[in-house]
Each structure stands twice: as C-alpha cells, then as structure tokens.
C-alpha cells in the first residue's frame, strides 16, 4: 500500500550540494519513520539518515554528520535529504524507506526495521 518514490539524483560536482526528493502515497509522512540509505559501487547498502514520525527527531550516519539533513513537508508528503560538501566517496545510489510508527534510536540504521523501500535514485559526485 505505501510507496516510495525516490527523485533529484544526477551528476554533481565534489563540494556542491543537491537535494533528492522522496514523495509518499498510501499513507503520510507524518506517522512513519522515514530513513536515507545508499549504495555504493561495489558496497553494501548503509545506513545514512532518518526522521522520526509525529515531531520531527533526525539520525545521521557519522560519515554524513554536518553535511546531510533531512527536512520533511508534511502538507506536500515528501521527505528530502539535502546533501552540501559531497565528496566522491559519497557516489552511489540512494533509497527511501519508510516504517509505521517508531523505530528505537539504536535500530535506525538496521535494514530490516523498514517496511517499505523506493526504486532508488542515482547520485555521482565527480572529483
């Protein structure tokens, strides 16, 4: 019933910035933890950020910390990782996920706790 689709991916130089979008149907952005992960070339999919439902509580990865944040537009149903002083390193493609409800601190960066996946959008940082 939820999907996800993710969007804003492209080509974009080391040190610049660029927003990905995910937009909800089947349910709203408000009740759900709603999370960024990435893969890599090569990599396995990890953790990058997250929101909590209801009153917005943001979790980064530690490679992300002070870069990355996660705004949410509730009256538009979408969430965005607006991602500044991207590095090289930070290529690869980047999915939403989405959970009814709670997910506890320590379990945001689990695959598993996510109910709900997007197609995944392409991100390639040129050095």
């Known amino acids: 019933q939820v999907q996800l689709t993710e969007s804003g991916g492209g080509l974009v130089q080391a040190g610049g910035p660029l927003r990905l979008t995910c937009a909800v149907s089947?349910?709203?952005?408000?009740?759900?933890?709603m999370a960024w992960f990435r893969q890599g070339p090569g990599k396995e999919r990890e953790f990058v950020a997250s929101?909590?439902?209801?009153?917005?509580?943001?979790y980064y990865a530690d490679s992300v910390k002070g870069r990355f944040t996660t705004p949410r537009d509730s009256a538009k149903n979408v969430v965005y990782l607006q991602m500044n002083g991207l590095f090289p390193n930070d290529t690869a493609v980047y999915y939403c996920?989405?959970?009814?409800?709670?997910?506890?601190?320590?379990?945001?960066?689990?695959?598993?706790?996510?109910?709900?996946w997007g197609q995944g959008t392409q991100v390639t940082v040129s050095g």
């Open positions: 996920a989405a959970n009814p409800g709670g997910i506890l601190g320590q379990n945001m960066g689990l695959e598993s706790m996510y109910r709900s």
């Open positions: 089947g349910s709203h952005v408000t009740t759900m933890t």
């Open positions: 929101v909590t439902y209801g009153t917005p509580t943001a």
